[in-house]
């Protein structure tokens, strides 16, 4: 839509200063978290921490998720302006979503998909795109790719695994681009050499990296930063962090120890000693004597 490589949206992880930090590092676009379309129908306010900061909505799509068309469309055309495009996420293969006839359980409803769709194009100005996985539990994309492009989608992502395998097994790249919309894959893309493999079989017209991005932001260029840098980076990130939501930041941050300390020394039981910690000063300060403790 706005470059070949951006952000993935991820529940919980994808909020503006995760976003803000991979814009930083090369991330050409990126995504909110997922937003009930029926929350933002009820109670837009409730809903507004979520949505993309001035200096970033050009370039961050609002992804939204439901089952009902008719909600799914106004929740869409409340949304356009406050961010680049809409996205309808078919994707998450999350037990309480799927339950409810949302994300990947759209995959086995193609009707409905079209119907969501069709009236959220309807209803907004904007660029609508869908993202999706290659089935729910058996690969049909070339059956959701038509069905998508019937529907009149400008873009479709797609997760190379089914909904049954969660993140399981090895994601597919073998996947067929018709190239009538363009295609964007995901799915175990842990840097830019994946991703320039996984566009040359898929014949992709870009990519979006998940999961490999979390304690990993330099993704984006490819570029290992020394330990010195990372710890830079962490720094600011719990500061880009607290700034957004306060001393709940401490908390907050636990999601990304794993991924910062990954393969370093003693990283086990730092990231115990961590997961204790609840307020940013004494979070900061135990990462400063970690980092420089193990420095060389």
Not at 138 to 161: L, S
Not at 197 to 220: N, T
Request: aromatic residues 10%.
């Amino acid at each position: 839509m706005i470059g070949k490589i951006g952000l993935a949206p991820m529940a919980g992880v994808t909020n503006w200063s995760f976003r803000k930090l991979c814009f930083e590092f090369g991330a050409e676009f990126a995504y909110t978290e997922m937003i009930s379309a029926e929350s933002v129908i009820r109670n837009l306010k409730i809903n507004e921490y979520y949505f993309p900061k001035p200096a970033e909505k050009d370039k961050v799509a609002i992804q939204i998720f439901g089952s009902d068309p008719f909600v799914m469309a106004k929740a869409a055309s409340m949304l356009e302006n406050m961010g680049a495009w809409i996205d309808i996420n078919a994707g998450c293969p999350v037990k309480k979503v799927v339950k409810k006839g949302a994300g990947s359980a759209l995959l086995k409803d193609l009707n409905r998909l079209k119907d969501i769709i069709e009236q959220v194009k309807s209803a907004v100005s904007c660029k609508v795109s869908v993202k999706v996985r290659v089935g729910f539990e058996k690969d049909e994309f070339e059956k959701i790719y038509d069905t998508v492009v019937d529907a009149g989608a400008d873009m479709i992502a797609v997760h190379g695994r089914t909904a049954k395998q969660m993140y399981s097994g090895k994601a597919t790249w073998n996947i067929k681009n018709k190239g009538y919309i363009p295609l964007y894959i995901n799915g175990d893309i842990h840097s830019l050499s994946d991703a320039r493999r996984a566009m040359e079989i898929s014949k992709a017209d870009g990519v979006l990296i998940a999961r490999a991005s979390i304690g990993k932001p330099w993704i984006f260029n490819d570029k290992t930063p020394s330990l010195s840098e990372i710890k830079k980076i962490i720094l600011y990130h719990i500061d880009l962090l607290y700034s957004e939501i306060g001393e709940r930041a401490a908390q907050e941050f636990r999601k990304f120890v794993a991924g910062y300390t990954k393969n370093l020394p003693n990283s086990r039981q730092f990231r115990a000693k961590v997961m204790k910690i609840n307020d940013v000063e004494t979070l900061k300060k135990a990462f400063e004597e970690y980092l420089t403790s193990i420095s060389f």
